[in-house]
């Protein structure tokens, strides 16, 4: 066998793995870039850039993608927070001097603290209320057996979900009634007519006019309130509802208008009833714009409830607020700050979530 032979005959054995490792990339490079967009909506943006470098791709684009990504946001945090500890001393109110990052972070612990304690708290009462229980059983007293919920102060957590059940309450109630009629403002320019006039009303009402007006009607509507549904947490849902409903109207009614014509003149030639033309054609077409007046609602409910709970006193992250601005301590300001950030984190977080679900259904659309 010459040497060109033994050449060739390599080169045939190497062709094979040589397009097996590019496929492969391939499929790498692939999976790294349909996970790019749900890694970004998560906050880990950054890690694409890692995986590829990782993959084989060239390193000096990415490194600038990371340096985008990760590097100059962290700087950003890292500049506010030096520019707060510097400052927050010098600026002196009646609650003492501002508090810096170090003092609103040794309050969150305290806050978590109290929450643990509190949570040992009503473990050992209801421990203890079992025990007693037993022994009048065991005695045969079981008519004098009682069962009494804790009514301990709810924490810091509790009201945190306390704000996101009522928040989450007023913002189906506003999606049940704003997507159905903004599609039927859509498609109908008599009830676009009708409807338009009350929009542009209503929509720049304050949460802070509507709460005495709601609170009156549930209180007179809703006497019998329910452990499940509290009275102060029906009133915040429906001054939510009445502030976050437009956005999801108005981005409803401009998908639905917006879809093509073609679309729905086949729709007509098709003779496809009014659901069907609606499910099939309307919905996937006006889709985004629907999911953008939900992401636009959510925020406006949040921070809607927020300004309701102040006022109203009602349990959550606003009566919090409100009770340490009153309480006076020297912690409170350090915890008002601690709640501050946390709504901010909230609706952050709500909004990601809101964004994914967007990013989710367009995906499944477009498949």
């Not at 301990?152 to 009629?181: C, E, H, M, N, R």
């Not at 108005?250 to 879809?259: D, E, F, K, R």
Request: charged content about 15%; glycine content about 6%.
């Amino acid at each position: 066998m010459t040497f060109a032979s033994i050449a060739d005959s390599a080169a045939e054995k190497a062709a094979p793995a040589a397009s097996t490792r590019v496929e492969r990339r391939t499929r790498l490079f692939a999976a790294i870039t349909r996970s790019a967009p749900y890694l970004g909506i998560l906050g880990l943006g950054w890690t694409v850039p890692l995986m590829r470098i990782g993959a084989g791709e060239e390193t000096r684009p990415q490194l600038r993608e990371l340096w985008q990504q990760l590097v100059v946001p962290l700087m950003g945090i890292a500049v506010f927070l030096a520019a707060w500890a510097w400052l927050a001393p010098q600026v002196e109110t009646s609650l003492g001097t501002i508090p810096g990052p170090a003092q609103v972070l040794h309050e969150a612990g305290n806050l978590w603290d109290d929450h643990v304690a509190e949570r040992q708290k009503a473990d050992d009462f209801f421990e203890r209320q079992e025990a007693r229980n037993d022994k009048l059983v065991a005695a045969g007293h079981a008519d004098r057996v009682k069962w009494r919920d804790y009514t301990g102060k709810p924490t810091y957590l509790d009201q945190i979900v306390t704000s996101l059940k009522t928040v989450a309450l007023g913002f189906i109630i506003a999606t049940i009634v704003a997507v159905p009629l903004g599609i039927a403002c859509g498609l109908s320019r008599t009830v676009n007519g009708a409807v338009n006039p009350l929009v542009q009303v209503f929509r720049p009402v304050s949460p802070l006019a509507w709460l005495p007006i709601v609170t009156m009607i549930v209180s007179a509507l809703y006497a019998d309130a329910s452990d499940a549904l509290p009275k102060s947490l029906v009133i915040s849902a429906i001054t939510v509802t009445l502030c976050s409903l437009w956005p999801t109207l108005i981005n409803t009614a401009l998908g639905v208008a917006s879809v093509d014509k073609d679309l729905m003149n086949v729709a007509r030639v098709l003779r496809l009833p009014a659901w069907k033309t609606i499910t099939k054609l309307v919905l996937p077409s006006a889709l985004p714009l629907i999911f953008t007046g939900l992401r636009l609602s959510l925020g406006v409910g949040w921070m809607v409830l927020i300004a309701a709970e102040m006022l109203a006193q009602n349990p959550g992250l606003g009566k919090f607020v409100w009770d340490e601005f009153q309480n006076g301590s020297s912690a409170s300001l350090a915890r008002i700050i601690v709640a501050v950030i946390t709504i901010g984190l909230i609706g952050f977080l709500l909004d990601r979530v809101m964004q994914a679900l967007q990013t989710a259904f367009s995906f499944q659309a477009n498949r």
